[in-house]
């Protein structure tokens, strides 16, 4: 079991930047693959960025690629999400989840369905 809490969301002015980070509970945090993903009313929840357990991989889509970097610290059983150069189109609640099995690559990290655990979320407003 894992329990996930956001932070760090706020209000922002375009083109800023802001940490998000996620605080998980339970000793086994370093066998999980993480993920971030995003909503607005009325949308699917979209895929942000993940990472494996180790921290050696990450994936991206094209939408936030250059400008988020996911990183974790698994002694401190953290998450977190660096976003630079926000856009209003950024502007929606934040999720990060955790991921048990064991996932080949982007196709599969990119998949809601793929995590069994989830966050409350954080909302993160970009203004213009």
């Known amino acids: 079991q894992v329990q996930l809490v956001e932070s760090g969301g706020g209000l922002v002015q375009a083109g800023g930047s802001l940490r998000l980070s996620c605080a998980a509970s339970g000793r086994t945090f370093s066998s999980y693959a993480m993920g971030w993903f995003r909503q607005v009313p009325g949308k699917e929840r979209e895929f942000v960025a993940a990472i494996d357990w180790s921290g050696g991989s990450t994936y991206y889509p094209d939408s936030v690629k250059g400008r988020f970097t996911v990183s974790r610290d698994n002694a401190k059983n953290a998450v977190y999400l660096q976003m630079n150069s926000l856009k209003t189109a950024d502007t929606a609640v934040y999720y990060c989840?955790?991921?048990?099995?064991?996932?080949?690559?982007?196709?599969?990290?990119?998949?809601?369905?793929?995590?069994?655990?989830w966050g409350q979320g954080t909302m993160v407003t970009v203004s213009s």
């Open positions: 989840a955790a991921a048990s099995t064991y996932c080949s690559g982007y196709g599969c990290y990119a998949v809601a369905n793929e995590y069994d655990y």
